[in-house]
């Protein structure tokens, strides 16, 4: 693999040229998609190529340019995990399927994913088990598709140098397992992230979907900490949705970096309806950053902060305490596993 990575970086074509403009306005996002089409067109001919659509900036970009430039010839399968948040997966189906008339694979793997997970609390363990199941269902599915010859990624530049740096071990990078023989599509590749989403508005992607916040591939896995269990699960996905709607409302979702909940594998003593009540703790956390090497914390309102603590305490099922996540990276990761 490494002297796959070497070549890479060797070929000219993957290092972004000192006089490439920045990509800032929709003129010039519409030039990239037009050079970009041609190219793909060009690349693919009458080739199939799939994607994994993970409904991430990256991915989804990926795929409205490759529908814009080869329709049919592009099949995407999007595998729910089980750790999405509410409606991402429902968001896919909508602006792919519905909207753009994307060949669309839906696998709902929730079950194979929470079955292999349950009872394992070790956060590296829970990675490895998350991050080998998806490429065992993708395969699986990429199998019943006969004459395949390309696979399109997400790549953007920061991948290529981070991985170059030594600083990731990018999975998009160089990375291929040698038996796969598909030809990599990533049209992306020169592009900083914030290109990518001037691109993503030009090719009519929906607001919410170019301006995402991070979210980590193995999802709210890492968000529920320890064993994680379909009830614990569920509290979290609920606490994380209204968490981001308070956001949105507040208008802080354009100037905060990543925003999340988290439900620890704790509970505390609480009262509710006049009676005793044990349940789970959430923990709302709110980062700034440039890279996500650091990270500072974001200083909320009290009473942005009170009113998600009520909401959460009172609407979400089996929580009956919130607590705000004050510590700055480093000390603490951004996610909590
Ligand atoms: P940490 O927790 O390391 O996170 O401070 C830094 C940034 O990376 C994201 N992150 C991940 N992204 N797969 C991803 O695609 C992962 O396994 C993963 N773990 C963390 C995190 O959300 C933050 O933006």
Redesign the pocket.
């Known amino acids: 693999m490494a002297d796959q990575r070497t070549e890479y970086y060797r070929n000219s074509e993957n290092i972004r040229p000192e006089s490439m403009e920045r990509i800032e306005t929709r003129e010039q996002a519409q030039k990239f998609v037009d050079e970009q089409v041609e190219a793909l067109r060009k690349q693919i001919g009458d080739g199939k190529v799939l994607l994994a659509l993970s409904g991430g900036v990256d991915s989804s970009v990926v795929a409205a340019l490759l529908i814009k430039a080869v329709g049919q010839q592009l099949t995407c399968i999007h595998v729910n995990h089980g750790l999405m948040r509410k409606g991402e997966s429902q968001m896919v189906i909508d602006v792919f399927e519905k909207q753009l008339k994307a060949n669309l694979i839906y696998v709902d793997a929730t079950d194979r994913f929470l079955d292999l997970l349950a009872g394992v609390s070790d956060p590296e363990e829970k990675?490895k088990i998350i991050g080998g199941e998806f490429i065992k269902v993708f395969d699986e599915e990429a199998a019943k598709i006969s004459g395949v010859g390309f696979l399109g990624q997400g790549t953007i530049y920061p991948d290529i140098l981070e991985s170059k740096d030594g600083i990731k071990a990018h999975h998009n990078v160089g990375g291929l397992p040698d038996e796969v023989k598909l030809e990599l599509v990533e049209p992306l590749k020169l592009l900083f992230k914030d290109e990518v989403r001037v691109v993503g508005s030009c090719l009519g992607l929906p607001d919410e979907m170019v301006n995402r916040q991070?979210?980590?591939?193995?999802g709210l896995g890492?968000r529920c900490t320890g064993a994680i269990t379909r009830d614990r699960l569920e509290a979290l996905r609920e606490a994380d949705a209204i968490v981001r709607e308070e956001f949105r409302n507040s208008g802080l979702d354009r100037k905060v970096w990543?925003y999340f909940a988290v439900v620890p594998d704790m509970k505390a003593t609480g009262v509710r309806d006049g009676k005793r009540a044990f349940e789970w703790v959430c923990i709302i956390r709110a980062v700034n950053t440039k890279d996500?090497m650091s990270a500072t914390i974001e200083r909320i309102d009290w009473e942005l902060l009170e009113k998600m603590s009520y909401r959460i305490t009172h609407e979400v099922k089996g929580i009956n305490r919130c607590l705000y996540d004050l510590t700055a990276?480093p000390i603490g990761?951004?996610?909590f596993e």
């Open positions: 990675r991070p979210f980590p591939g193995p890492v990543q996500a990276k990761t951004i996610e």
